[in-house]
């Protein structure tokens, strides 16, 4: 399978916003919008995050098809990396290769990411990348209604 990343194209937003609405993926990732059922708040969620020449916005594709998002942007500070796979395509290493190949893009390091405590899939992407598990802290997950506890990584 090989695997390219490519700009994010407003054609891939409809797929997207159904990848970010399945039960299963919003339970992993749990920082999610409050309701991923809400149209209106993804369009100006990524009508925002595109618009800021600050962050990157990647589409992942495995042999041309596109299977997810990866990108990075700052918090508070420090510039992070999330992604989101197709649910469908989960287990397959298509997040650790989206990763390795963002890592040759963002070249800020420190670099940081958040993973939910029960996703244990995303904290093995990471992992495999060379990031390194430095705490924990305990966070309102609005996708979840609740407090999850996340652990943070950082890449030096």
């Known amino acids: 399978m090989r695997i390219s990343l490519r700009p ?3 054609d891939d937003l409809d797929t997207l916003f159904a990848w970010e609405r399945d039960a299963s993926a919003v339970e992993l990732a749990a920082f999610t919008r409050e309701d991923p059922s809400d149209r209106a708040a993804f369009d100006a969620h990524y009508r925002r995050v595109r618009a800021n020449p600050e962050n990157t916005m990647l589409a992942i594709e495995a042999d041309g098809r596109f299977v997810g998002t990866i990108a990075s942007f700052t918090i508070e500070g420090d510039r992070e990396v999330s992604y989101w796979v197709d649910p469908a395509e989960w287990g397959r290493g298509i997040a650790s290769a989206a990763l390795q190949a963002f890592l040759e893009v963002e070249r800020t390091r420190p670099l940081h990411a ?8 995303s904290a093995t ?3 495999r990348c060379g990031f390194v598990r430095h705490g924990e802290e305990t966070s309102f997950a609005p996708g979840l209604g609740r407090d999850v506890v996340e652990h943070l990584y950082r890449l030096d």
């Open 125 to 127: 992407v990471l992992r």
């Open 8 to 10: 994010l194209a407003d």
């Open 114 to 121: 958040r993973v939910a405590a029960h996703n244990g899939g």
